[in-house]
C-alpha cells in the first residue's frame, strides 16, 4: 500500500525558515516524480514543485521560485521542501503526492501538514 | 485567480445527475489532460478522474469526465450524501510551465 507521511511543520515567522518532509512507502519511490501542493485555509489547491525520480529536473510555480527548494533522497525514500523567506500568504496545509501517468495526475498523497506564518 | 474556471458551487437532490465544468485555454486543456479531484471536509485530495475520463480502480461509475476543446466536464449521476465535497480539475499548463487547478466547486446535496 502506498503511504506518504509529511512532517515538519509548525509556526515560523516571517522571513523565516522550515523544511518540510515526506517519507514515503509501499513504492519504488526513485522510480517517480513527486510533488508537493498546498491549500491556504478556506482556500483551494496550489500546486507548489515537482521533482524527477534522481532529483536532476524541478519545476517550481512562480510565487515560489527562488524561496523554495524541492529536493529528494531515494536512498532514504523521502521528499523533502526547504521554505526560505516565509510570506503570511505561504500558510497553508502542505501534501506530497505521487505523480501517476500524467503531468498532474496525483494518484496518491499524504495527509498534508500545517505551516503556519505569523508573527 | 487561477487559469481555469470552475462554477464556486452546484447543488443537487439525491438521485439527481449534475454536472461540474472547468474552463481553460489552448495552454493548457487544450493539449493537455485532465484529471478530477475529490476532497471530502477535512481530507486529504483523491483522484477521481484521470486522463479526461477514464476512473481509477474503486471510483464507482457515477462519476464520469470528459474533455472538448479548451473545457473539461465532470458529471455525477445517482447523486448521494456523501458525494458532498470540493471538486477540482488539474491540468498542466504549457505557458507557466506547471501544474494549475481550478478554484475549486463546491457541491451541496440538499
Known amino acids: 500500500e502506498v503511504q506518504l507521511v509529511e512532517s515538519g511543520g509548525g509556526l515560523v515567522q516571517p522571513g523565516g525558515s522550515l523544511r518540510l518532509s515526506c517519507a514515503a512507502s509501499?513504492?519504488?519511490?526513485?522510480?517517480?516524480?513527486m510533488n508537493w501542493v498546498r491549500q491556504a485555509p478556506g482556500k483551494g489547491l496550489e500546486w507548489v514543485a515537482n521533482i524527477n525520480g534522481d532529483g536532476r529536473q524541478k519545476n517550481y510555480v512562480g510565487s515560489v521560485k527562488g524561496r523554495f527548494t524541492i529536493s529528494r533522497d531515494n536512498a532514504d525514500n523521502s521528499l523533502y521542501l526547504q521554505m526560505n523567506s516565509l510570506r503570511a500568504e505561504d500558510t497553508a496545509v502542505y501534501y506530497c503526492?505521487?505523480?501517476?501517468?500524467?503531468?498532474?495526475?496525483?494518484?496518491?498523497w499524504g495527509q498534508g501538514a500545517l505551516v503556519t506564518v505569523s508573527s | 485567480q487561477s487559469v481555469l474556471t470552475h462554477p464556486p458551487s452546484v447543488s443537487g437532490t439525491p438521485g439527481q445527475r449534475v454536472t461540474i465544468s472547468c474552463s481553460g485555454s489552448s495552454s493548457n486543456i487544450g493539449f493537455n489532460t485532465v484529471n478530477w479531484y475529490q476532497q471530502l471536509p477535512g481530507t486529504a485530495p483523491k483522484l477521481l478522474i484521470h486522463t479526461n475520463s477514464q476512473r481509477p480502480s474503486g471510483v464507482p461509475d457515477r462519476f464520469s469526465g470528459s474533455k472538448s476543446g479548451t473545457s473539461a466536464s465532470l458529471a455525477i449521476s445517482g447523486l448521494q450524501s456523501e458525494d458532498e465535497a470540493d471538486y477540482y480539475c488539474?491540468?498542466?499548463?504549457?505557458?507557466?510551465?506547471?501544474?494549475?487547478f481550478g478554484g475549486g466547486t463546491k457541491l451541496t446535496v440538499l
Open positions: 488539474a491540468v498542466w499548463d504549457d505557458n507557466l510551465n506547471g501544474v494549475v
Open positions: 503526492a505521487r505523480r501517476g501517468d500524467t503531468w498532474s495526475n496525483f494518484d496518491s
Open positions: 509501499g513504492f519504488t519511490f526513485s522510480s517517480y516524480w
